[in-house]
């Protein structure tokens, strides 16, 4: 009796567990029944993610003599090419629920019934999940088409990754990697990765030591992430190069000694995840904290040295006291500084001066005579004044561009979560394209 109840509640509680957990992610499929000779008509795909992010793909699978146009990606890349329709999102829109549309256009067929199949597939767990598309039917006919609806199910692990692996098919993974020493305690660490047979999902785990910051070099295509001393390249489908390279910066003004790194690459083989353990590399950190040498300080420093002296002379003119101790503690009186409120998502923002010495917002605005709001902001030991706050680069670029008529050093920054990014990897983030 006791072993029956058991069996009930363990039977309910899988019951339940299905039902709440592992139906959050679906996909619906609008589609009409028919499509006329030489005509077009809409698809729309609902596709509704419960608390997924980051990477994901939409492919669906054309019949023969159809092509496709996008009308609506939501952010997604969008390519056709050899009867495959790809979506891809480095980041998937915040919405629970969001759709994409395409035009599907008969070139060829004159009559005939033909299917439509696909899949969408997201990281979750640092697997790859996923969801099957409702195979959609469509009639060429000269009847008036009427529309179709169908809705995916359930969750299922990626089936493409988890075929088993033939048994003459051998796979192999290798990696190694070097430590540049690029100045000022500041690292470039790059991996060489070789394979043979190995595609579909893949993982790259870096441990870096305590102390150190991480910034994406070259991540091969996989999405970039740090979290607690472990960098992270996730790929939902590995390069298809038997070598590639894979590059990252570390960097840390209080760390000394001899440090070390390790790794491990992951992949799947058949239904099982196979590890490749990357042995570790020492390096050595001199702990000392000099001025920074990446790219966008050395910018900042020969774009601004002109701003620097404007301001610098303007202010001699404008206080009238003798270069005294008295004149050096005015000049170093605690900032004004205007905080704002905390950001989500990716932001574009526009860099207007930066100085290792204090600077007040109200002096900078009337010797420039800039009547936009002025935030303050320190990073890598400069106060950078910064305005403006967009969701597109383009916009940003076009504030830069009409700032320039007032501040010949003005240039854009970008922002994800709050958190100083470079401007690449903003873009490839938001899918949005440079423009000059």
Excluded: C
């Excluded at 019951?15 to 957990?21: D, E, I, P, S």
């Excluded at 809409?42 to 419960?50: F, N, Q, Y």
């Excluded at 300080?297 to 620097?308: I, N, P």
Aim: hydrophobic share 35%; charged share 25%; proline share 3%.
């Amino acid at each position: 009796m006791i072993k029956q109840l058991f069996l009930i509640v363990n039977f309910v509680s899988i019951f339940f567990y299905q039902l709440f957990f592992t139906s959050d992610v679906t996909v619906k499929q609008n589609i009409p029944a028919s499509i006329q000779p030489n005509g077009e008509v809409e698809v729309e795909l609902v596709i509704t993610k419960a608390d997924i992010a980051g990477f994901a793909k939409i492919q669906q699978e054309i019949p023969e003599g159809f092509v496709v146009e996008p009308i609506e990606t939501a952010g997604a890349t969008f390519s056709f090419k050899e009867q495959k329709l790809k979506l891809i999102w480095m980041a998937l829109p915040q919405n629970s629920e969001f759709s994409v549309k395409y035009k599907l256009k008969n070139v060829s067929h004159s009559s005939g019934k033909y299917t439509i199949t696909g899949k969408f597939s997201y990281i979750a767990d640092n697997e790859r999940m996923n969801v099957d598309i409702p195979t959609a039917n469509i009639t060429v006919s000269t009847e008036e088409l009427v529309a179709e609806e169908t809705e995916s199910s359930s969750n299922t692990e990626d089936e493409e990754s988890r075929l088993p692996a033939s048994n003459n098919t051998e796979t192999s993974l290798s990696a190694s990697r070097n430590i540049d020493n690029v100045g000022d305690n500041k690292f470039k660490v790059t991996l060489n990765i070789n394979k043979e047979n190995v595609e579909g999902f893949a993982k790259l785990s870096e441990f870096i030591p305590a102390g150190f910051t991480a910034s994406n070099n070259n991540s091969a295509g996989g999405v970039f992430s740090v979290e607690n001393n472990e960098v992270k390249v996730l790929w939902l489908s590995v390069p298809t190069e038997n070598s590639f390279e894979v590059s990252y910066f570390i960097e840390s003004t209080s760390v000394s000694g001899m440090q070390e790194i390790t790794g491990v690459l992951s992949y799947l083989k058949g239904e099982e995840t196979q590890k490749h353990q990357i042995a570790a590399t020492s390096f050595s950190a001199v702990g000392e904290s000099l001025a920074s040498n990446d790219n966008e300080e050395e910018e900042e420093t020969s774009l601004q040295d002109k701003v620097d002296n404007k301001v610098e002379e303007d202010t001699e003119d404008d206080v009238v006291v003798d270069n005294t101790e008295e004149e050096t503690e005015i000049k170093r009186t605690p900032l004004v500084t205007n905080t704002p409120a905390p950001e989500k998502n990716v932001t574009y923002k526009v860099q207007v001066g930066a100085f290792r010495e204090g600077i007040t917002i109200e002096r900078y605005q009337k010797k420039f005579n800039l009547k936009d709001q002025i935030n303050l902001e320190n990073h890598q030991g400069w106060t950078k004044l910064i305005t403006g706050s967009f969701s597109e680069y383009k916009s940003a670029r076009d504030k830069r561009n009409n700032l320039r008529n007032k501040v010949k050093t003005a240039f854009v920054t970008a922002y994800n979560q709050g958190e100083r990014i470079t401007v690449q990897e903003a873009l490839m983030i938001t899918n949005q394209k440079w423009v000059q």
